[in-house]
Structures are given as C-alpha cells and as structure tokens.
C-alpha cells in the first residue's frame, strides 16, 4: 500500500488516498475538540489510543457479524478502511442519560433508559449538527428508509456487543456517536470507535473514562484513555 495525497483534514482525524481507488489510510491525531470545536486542545497519546481501541472494536463487531470499514492497522496512528460514500449523519445510541439528554429530558445524569434511544445528527459543523428524525433525513435525501432499517439495527447489535465486552472489563456504555457509509451498495460501519465518541463510566465508582473529562476539565484525560484500552486488551 502507498501512502497518496491528503483528502481531508478533520478535527480529530486526517484522511489519505492510497494507490487502490478503493482504500483510504486513516491518521489519528493527539487533537481535542468540543462544543463544535469552540473548545481546542491535545490530549497527547490520544491518536495512538483510539487507533488501537478502534481496530479492537471493529475486529470484535466483526466476528459477531456487523461489517465495517475496517481493514487492518497499518502502523501505530494509522488503519486502512474501505473508501465509503458517507452518509451525513451522526447516529447516537443511549443506555443511559448524560450529556445534551440531561438538558432536554430534565432527568439526571444516570438516569437508566428503559430501552436503548437512538437519535439521528445532521454531519455539518456550520448548522452545528442539528438533530434530525426519519421524516428530515428522508426529505433531505440524506440516506433511503432501507439505509435507515440497517443503520438502526447496525447500531443496535454494535451496543448490545459492546455492552457486553464492556461489562466484563467493569465498564458501563453510557452512550456512543456512530458513523456509516455505502460501499457497492451495502452499508457499512465507519470512523473511529473510542473514547472521543462514546461515553464510559467504571461500573462500580461511575468514574468517567472518556472525553468528557476534557469537555469538563476534569483532569486525569490521558489516564482515563490509556485505562480504557489497558482494560480492553490485558
Ligand atoms: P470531522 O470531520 O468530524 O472533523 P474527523 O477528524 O474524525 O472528523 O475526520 C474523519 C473524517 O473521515 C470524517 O469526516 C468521517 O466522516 C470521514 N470518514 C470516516 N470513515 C470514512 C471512510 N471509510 N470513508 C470515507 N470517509 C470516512
Ligand atoms: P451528547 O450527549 O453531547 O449529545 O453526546 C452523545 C454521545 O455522542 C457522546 O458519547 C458523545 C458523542 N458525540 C460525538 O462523538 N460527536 C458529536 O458531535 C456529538 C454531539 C456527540
């Protein structure tokens, strides 16, 4: 495979050709964002982390069935995945209350959810990601009824599968924010799968091992990424 011409450049990650048209090479970067990037930062290490955590994710979901992008891991911040034809969403699934939904329901932070809630974001930082529902998304041909079914029920099966990996690690899955894309006309898993996108608390000190202690200045950032993975893989 042979490194070609930068595509584009993201908040949290750099994207590459390759010499086959059909391949991209994913850099991950020590860059922090929040709040539609109005918070700037570097979590240092963070790019090898979530690189490594990733790769772990998409080989698990994997062999429990659900296709990704995923090809290999190419060095330490670098993975090779399938070039998609993203579809400008952002699916977020909840277990438990944090984040925006503490605002918009009024319950608190660790309220337990009856069932897993998906909600659908419109991937654009200039209208900072609104939400959107079935009825947008199909009157903005963002992505077709069907997409939508296989997204749901991708997304669903990813929660159940890392809900229980994380489970016995001692992790709780609060929340996560997934990404998904065309390939020959199948839909696919894409992006990263770490603890910038998705929300976990230690089980039993709900202690927060993700990015919320930099949205929130909580210190100890580096840590809470490097426990995650430690957990993961040893
Ligand atoms: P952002 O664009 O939100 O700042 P990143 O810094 O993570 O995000 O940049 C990675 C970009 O690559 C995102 O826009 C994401 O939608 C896109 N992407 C992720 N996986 C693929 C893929 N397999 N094919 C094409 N684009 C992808
Ligand atoms: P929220 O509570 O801020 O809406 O976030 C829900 C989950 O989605 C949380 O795990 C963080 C993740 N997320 C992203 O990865 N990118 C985003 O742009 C947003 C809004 C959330």
Same mark, same amino acid.
């Given at each position: 495979?042979? /490194?070609?011409?930068? @595509?584009? =450049? $993201?908040?949290?990650?750099? +994207?590459?050709?390759?010499?086959?048209?059909?391949?991209?090479?994913?850099?991950?970067?020590?860059?922090?964002?929040?709040?539609?990037?109005?918070?700037?930062?570097?979590?240092?290490?963070?790019?090898?982390?979530?690189?490594?955590?990733?790769?772990?994710?998409?080989?698990?979901?994997?062999?429990?069935?659900?296709?990704?992008?995923?090809?290999?891991?190419?060095?330490?911040?670098?993975?090779?995945?399938?070039?998609?034809?993203?579809?400008?969403?952002?699916?977020?699934?909840?277990?438990?209350?944090?984040?925006?939904?503490? /605002?918009?329901?009024? @319950?608190? =932070? $660790?309220?337990?959810?009856? +069932?897993?809630?998906?909600?659908?974001?419109?991937?654009?930082?200039?209208?900072?990601?609104?939400?959107?529902?079935?009825?947008?998304?199909?009157?903005?041909?963002?992505?077709?009824?069907?997409?939508?079914?296989?997204?749901?029920?991708?997304?669903?099966?990813?929660?159940?599968?890392?809900?229980?990996?994380?489970?016995?690690?001692?992790?709780?899955?609060?929340?996560?924010?997934?990404?998904?894309?065309?390939?020959?006309?199948?839909?696919?898993?894409?992006?990263?799968?770490?603890?910038?996108?998705?929300?976990?608390?230690?089980?039993?000190?709900?202690?927060?091992?993700?990015?919320?202690?930099?949205?929130?200045?909580?210190?100890?950032?580096?840590?809470?990424?490097?426990?995650?993975?430690?957990?993961?893989?040893?």
């Amino acid at each position: 495979m042979i /490194k070609g011409n930068q @595509l584009y =450049e $993201g908040k949290a990650k750099v +994207v590459y050709e390759t010499d086959n048209p059909d391949e991209l090479l994913v850099y991950f970067k020590d860059d922090a964002t929040a709040g539609n990037g109005a918070k700037h930062g570097t979590i240092d290490g963070k790019g090898v982390i979530n690189n490594k955590i990733s790769a772990f994710f998409f080989k698990q979901l994997k062999d429990r069935g659900v296709k990704s992008h995923f090809i290999e891991t190419v060095s330490a911040r670098e993975m090779l995945v399938k070039k998609l034809d993203m579809i400008k969403l952002e699916i977020i699934v909840r277990n438990i209350v944090a984040g925006s939904l503490v /605002k918009r329901l009024g @319950l608190p =932070e $660790g309220t337990p959810l009856a +069932v897993p809630v998906i909600e659908y974001d419109y991937k654009s930082d200039e209208l900072g990601d609104p939400m959107l529902n079935r009825w947008h998304i199909m009157a903005l041909n963002l992505a077709t009824i069907d997409e939508m079914n296989q997204i749901e029920h991708m997304s669903l099966a990813t929660n159940t599968i890392m809900r229980g990996i994380l489970k016995a690690k001692n992790v709780d899955l609060i929340d996560f924010k997934l990404e998904f894309g065309r390939f020959n006309g199948e839909v696919l898993l894409a992006d990263e799968i770490s603890p910038d996108n998705c929300r976990f608390w230690d089980t039993e000190t709900h202690e927060k091992l993700d990015k919320d202690r930099f949205r929130q200045d909580l210190g100890g950032v580096e840590e809470a990424y490097q426990e995650i993975l430690n957990r993961l893989t040893m």
